[in-house]
């Protein structure tokens, strides 16, 4: 085009941070997309809220529909517009596996002497890399076995999420772990910066969810209550992104590789008697 500048090294480098973050808004929930945050090597191991991300979940009785659809059951209010919330910084046991109004969804020995609980997104790109990755040689390895009990926790980070999240909490508890997989491998189908029901139903049909159930579910204000008493307690906890666990009690706030697993879970089942955070 004549008149344009050449495009500089410098503002190349620019243009490219700047597509990295709307790649990665739809994980971090902030508006306008913000850069994640980098580790020492420059690459962000967990997906995090922003301050303008604000709660995933309305308060009873929002759940109406916008101006971006026929109907979207999260709010955008500012975090500060909550007044602040109270943080725990050491929970218990107690604290760490108090539960709400929705069943816990696990994996494993109820009574197994290792307990790691996981928080995730399902648009987190770091939750995808752990379950693909990760997962599958951890379940072998320590569920499977009857080694450590695994309990999936909901966070989601953004509107995309938290409508996904719902059709997931929807589904039969068999099915539940079937359905957040195929949410991870499928990400890149159904992410998306705004709400689009119709991808999200693609993935939650093929548990053979119906069209009716998915919209049945997405105004249900008790489920939705529920999660977002999930994500607030787990706010309260000392969660700040996703992936964050807690293995036996302890916080953990990066994507697990298996040598991290394997770090932290062989001296609990060495040690004379590893204590079980189940309840």
């Known amino acids: 085009m004549d008149g344009a500048a050449p495009m500089t090294a410098h503002t190349a480098s620019a243009a490219l941070l700047l597509l990295l973050g709307f790649a990665l808004s739809a994980c971090s929930g902030n508006t306008p997309p913000e850069l994640p945050a980098m580790t020492a090597a420059g690459v962000s191991s967990t997906s995090t809220e922003g301050a303008a991300a604000g709660s995933a979940f309305p308060d009873a009785g929002t759940a109406k529909a916008s101006d971006n659809g026929p109907f979207i059951p999260f709010s955008d209010a500012p975090a500060s517009a909550t007044g602040g919330r109270q943080v725990i910084e050491s929970p218990t046991v107690a604290d760490i596996m108090m539960t709400g109004t929705l069943p816990e969804m696990t994996l494993g020995r109820p009574d197994a002497p290792v307990t790691i609980v996981q928080y995730a997104s399902l648009t987190c790109p770091h939750c995808r890399a752990f379950h693909r990755e990760t997962f599958p040689e951890f379940k072998r390895t320590y569920i499977d076995t009857g080694k450590v009990r695994f309990i999936m926790r909901e966070f989601p980070i953004g509107k995309q999420s938290g409508n996904a999240t719902i059709a ?108 079980s955070i189940a309840q």
């Open 168 to 275: 997931l909490r929807c589904a039969p508890p068999d099915k539940y772990f079937a359905l957040y997989g195929k949410f991870m491998e499928q990400q890149s189908a159904w992410v998306s910066q705004e709400v689009r029901l119709e991808p999200i139903f693609a993935v939650a049909k093929q548990v053979g969810m119906t069209q009716a159930q998915f919209d049945s579910c997405l105004k249900n204000q008790a489920m939705i209550d529920g999660l977002k008493w999930v994500k607030e307690r787990g706010r309260t906890l000392g969660v700040i992104g996703t992936p964050n666990f807690f293995v036996q009690g302890k916080l953990v706030k990066k994507t697990l590789t298996m040598s991290d697993v394997r770090e932290m879970v062989e001296p609990l089942l060495s040690a004379p008697r590893a204590a």
